[in-house]
């Protein structure tokens, strides 16, 4: 176990995401010479190092969503007198749909330096296995739960060219490739990788619509979806969306209006179709 130093660490350790032979042993040094341990989960935690058969004598606390703001305060007062404390998360890195944002800010409004253990990423993970582009790609994380507020937000993405990476729960995959069908076309290339680096991985490739078939018996496991680029747009949603409310305005006939833009700009109809006709009712 470390001692206090002049100037604490922060140190935000990546851990195995399924697999526990990835755990490196920069992540073992880590939480061998740590004096707090930041966990997400802590049974989870001590279960992963009953399992790498490590051992630490660092001071283990809670570190997630629901008290993340609170405890970022107090960690950051170990820090200051010192301490050298690592973040871990369930799987992954931390700060990537995990905790440890408000602590890397706080952190760094106090001046405390701060280092990456770099381990396993599920969204790099799936993009590689996912066959599609990888020269240009954006992380989403989690779409919203809702519905309605899932739909406006892949609406949203539907001229993005980037590759998209997004995480799911198991049992709102069905719901939210059907809606990725209404947003980004039937026809759009897509992989949904589930259980990465475990026994039953497995990753399906194909269009949105045939991973939405194959969803809608239920799936198990973390998932992770990644959807290709729309190609050959330079129009914006928003800017398509915007055209498309202008148009309306002047008098054109809603369905008028879309089919002229989408042709225009080189958006699918739907997604337009869809998007617009959410921000009409959000203005109306």
């Not at 606390?61 to 871990?88: H, I, K, M, P």
């Not at 076309?185 to 194959?214: H, I, P």
């Not at 202008?246 to 997604?271: D, Q, W």
Request: hydrophobic share 45%.
């Amino acid at each position: 176990m470390g001692g206090a130093a002049e100037t604490g660490l922060l140190v935000l350790a990546g851990t195995p995401i399924g697999n526990v032979d990835d755990a490196t042993p920069a992540l073992r040094d880590a939480l061998a010479h740590a004096d707090v341990i930041a966990a997400e989960d802590t049974r989870r935690f001590h279960s992963l190092l009953a399992r790498l058969g490590w051992s630490t004598e660092a001071r283990v606390v809670s570190y997630f969503d629901g008290n993340e703001t609170a405890r970022a305060q107090e960690l950051v007062g170990e820090l200051v007198a010192g301490a050298t404390v690592v973040v871990v998360t369930d799987a992954g890195m931390p700060t990537v749909s995990d905790p440890g944002f408000r602590l890397v800010g706080a952190a760094i409004e106090a001046d405390v330096p701060i280092r990456v253990v770099p381990g396993p990423s599920a969204a790099l993970v799936a993009l590689a296995l996912s066959g599609l582009p990888t020269d240009r790609f954006c992380f989403e994380g989690f779409a919203p739960r809702k519905s309605d507020q899932r739909k406006r937000s892949l609406g949203a993405l539907a001229a993005e060219p980037r590759t998209m990476v997004f995480f799911e729960a198991p049992h709102r995959l069905a719901d939210f490739l059907a809606d990725a069908v209404v947003a980004f076309g039937e026809g759009r290339r897509a992989a949904v990788s589930r259980e990465l680096t475990k026994t039953y991985e497995e990753t399906r490739r194909g269009t949105l619509a045939e991973l939405a078939q194959w969803a809608a018996d239920g799936v198990r496991g973390e998932v992770t979806v990644v959807i290709a680029g729309a190609e050959g747009s330079l129009v914006s949603i928003t800017d398509a969306v915007d055209e498309v409310l202008s148009r309306l305005a002047a008098g054109e006939r809603f369905a008028t209006a879309v089919a002229a833009v989408a042709e225009e700009s080189g958006i699918p109809r739907k997604p337009l179709y869809s998007a617009a006709l959410a921000a009409r009712k959000e203005s109306s």
